[in-house]
């Protein structure tokens, strides 16, 4: 896992004090080495953490006619090699990736199966080739000038600290930031800040660029197998499969435990292969009600690992939530960036690299929404094929009458919304719906945002997806966005610490396997992650399997009402925050009041606070500590 930055101008010859300043922001990526290549319009930066051919891995790498900084894992590098039959002067995945450039030039990323955001500059053709991996694991950011001058890096800061651009808020993707945890498209929360897209390529030639992208998650046509136990026994030997390519490393690894089914089945999978005891890492708040280790327990004590844990009091979250913005470039979109980062900074202390748990629910239907959205559906076609339009327009506002408690539950079904993936999935499981970011904004701020909807992208994905069945095309929606949010959660956190994070379930040969496998291999009735739970009989405690989802619990909630109030004072219902004009005072103090008085609005304080800390450490200058 690394840092990696660029330059690339269309006249003239790249600062390398400018090169290296970017560099360096990024130091927190890559505390082992670092190192810079410029070829007079075009400079390469890159801090390193060293994972793989310690010694002989060191970047930039040249080959031939090419550069590379590499940002990621190949992990059938080996088997490309011995493919590839050609001298190689390193054991690292860098120059296998630079020798499959050799042979396929820009079709390279079709043929790495891993993690990985790299930039290769061709010195002979005078082009730059920069790729993200298929599922997103790796962040790259990048911004293309008027002039036609492009800088690409691994976070943002380093983007800023080139002075690429100065930092403004992109007022046109606030409904989208404020309905989906951050922003689903290319744009990002900085105007003239761009993320290349999973699973795209970028190239860059006398100032012009053409991105394409290179790979789509397909659901059809559907596998057909002799049995269900066929289906369970092939998926399980995969899994199996892709735990142990993310079982390369030529340093201490391990792996962090939550006591879910997801890090339970890796920690299930990977004592299998190793012969020494896991070392397992897991993290809890010092609240009854929010303390998993006893899960965890559960799991280390069945297979012996060497287990480790952390405590993480109110304090310690609010005092470290700065820096951890900073750390993000854009607002945590979720409450569990916090104890990620501290389970990190604990597994830095044993290991340079953990493997986790991320991807599994949104490939095999591990979220409770995604049942409650289906039936939802299936209902609301019902009632609209036998209901008449006008006394449906009569239902609605008669649950808009409704006392508070009643009206809210029934507002969100297809009584009061249109029966169709937006209003009953997007809109409904929304921190902000569309309904309530009417108030939320203020007039002058919503003129600002033109007509979009904060679904625009959303709506895009289903009209691009070849799915056929209605969960398969939550999952696509959901692959392309809301798991992307997560895994630049699991990155940034990961890398604040200086460790590495693998994420087995994302391995694309395994992603495209469960795409196609028929619905209910996924989620049968009430049953989520099926073929989960059948692959882990009998290898993991019954409890484990039978567990229902639970999500990360954070007591923030009861915090912001009691202990830490002072905190919605200071971000929410401040001067600071109130002048910026985006966010109305009259619905913001209503929604604080409704919170204290016992309704639940933790996500959408958290998304409030979030983007003031944000705003005030990159847009005001202000020192994240």
Not at 35 to 46: F, T
Not at 248 to 264: E, N, Q, T, Y
Not at 551 to 562: C, D, E, I, M, N
Not at 602 to 619: G, P, S, V, Y
């Amino acid at each position: 896992m690394c840092g990696i930055n660029g330059i690339a101008l269309r006249e003239g010859r790249v600062d390398e004090h400018r090169l290296v300043a970017m560099r360096d922001v990024l130091e927190h990526r890559g505390p082992d080495d670092a190192g810079v290549y410029v070829d007079a319009n075009v400079g390469l930066g890159h801090r390193r953490l060293s994972i793989v051919d310690v010694k002989g891995g060191i970047q930039p790498m040249k080959r031939g006619g090419a550069a590379i900084v590499f940002n990621g894992e190949i992990y059938d590098h080996r088997q490309s090699r011995k493919a590839l039959d050609t001298n190689f002067s390193t054991t690292s995945d860098t120059e296998t990736i630079l020798a499959l450039y050799e042979r396929h030039g820009r079709d390279v990323v079709e043929h790495l199966r891993g993690m990985f955001a790299f930039a290769i500059w061709d010195a002979d053709t005078r082009s730059l080739l920069i790729a993200r991996d298929r599922l997103g694991v790796k962040p790259l950011y990048y911004v293309h000038k008027d002039n036609g001058d492009l800088f690409f890096a691994s976070e943002i800061k380093s983007l800023l600290a080139a002075e690429a651009i100065k930092p403004g808020v992109n007022l046109a993707v606030l409904q989208d930031q404020f309905a989906n945890h951050g922003t689903t498209g290319d744009e990002t929360l900085f105007a003239g800040v761009k993320r290349l897209k999973p699973g795209h390529a970028l190239e860059w030639k006398d100032g012009r660029i053409e991105i394409r992208e290179y790979w789509d998650l397909t659901f059809e046509p559907k596998l057909s197998r002799a049995s269900e136990r066929d289906f369970v026994e092939e998926w399980r030997e995969m899994f199996r499969e892709v735990v142990e390519l993310r079982l390369m490393a030529d340093v201490p690894l391990g792996m962090f435990l939550s006591g879910g089914i997801d890090s339970s089945a890796i920690a299930g999978v990977m004592s299998q292969l190793v012969d020494e005891p896991i070392k397992t890492f897991s993290v809890a708040f010092d609240d009854p009600k929010a303390n998993e280790h006893y899960y965890a327990r559960l799991v280390a004590e069945r297979f012996k690992t060497d287990h480790h844990e952390v405590v993480v009091s109110p304090d310690d979250f609010f005092e470290k939530l700065p820096q951890l913005v900073w750390h993000e470039d854009e607002p945590l979109g979720f409450l569990a960036s916090v104890p990620l980062y501290f389970v990190s900074k604990l597994a830095s202390e044993h290991v340079k690299v953990v493997l986790t748990g991320e991807g599994s629910d949104e490939t095999l239907a591990g979220y409770g929404r995604y049942a409650k959205a289906l039936k939802l559906l299936e209902l609301g076609e019902r009632y609209e094929a036998v209901t008449p339009s006008f006394i449906r327009g009569a239902v609605r506002g008669g649950v808009s009458a409704l006392p508070a408690g009643l009206g809210q539950k029934l507002g969100r079904t297809f009584l009061a919304r249109d029966a169709d993936i937006e209003n009953l999935f997007f809109d409904n499981f929304a921190v902000f719906p569309k309904k309530e970011q009417a108030g939320l904004f203020t007039l002058n701020a919503r003129e600002r945002f033109g007509l979009a909807s904060p679904y625009d992208e959303l709506t895009g994905l289903l009209a691009k997806t070849d799915a056929e069945d209605t969960l398969d095309k939550l999952l696509y929606a959901d692959t392309k966005t809301y798991l992307h949010e997560l895994l630049m959660k699991q990155d940034q956190m990961s890398m604040a610490a200086s460790i590495e994070s693998r994420v087995p379930f994302l391995d694309h040969r395994l992603v495209e396997f469960s795409a196609r496998m028929p619905r209910e291999m996924k989620l049968r009735g009430g049953t989520t992650k099926w073929i989960l739970r059948e692959a882990m009989a009998g290898i993991l405690p019954q409890e484990i399997l039978t567990r229902p989802k639970m999500g990360f619990p954070v007591p923030l909630g009861k915090w912001l009402r009691t202990t830490h109030r002072h905190i919605v004072d200071e971000y929410v219902l401040g001067e600071r925050a109130a002048a910026r004009g985006i966010f109305d005072r009259r619905y913001v103090s209503s929604l604080v009041a409704r919170h204290n008085s016992g309704e639940n609005a933790d996500e959408k304080l958290w998304a409030l606070i979030n983007f003031e800390i944000w705003a005030r450490t990159f847009i005001d200058g202000e020192p994240s500590s």
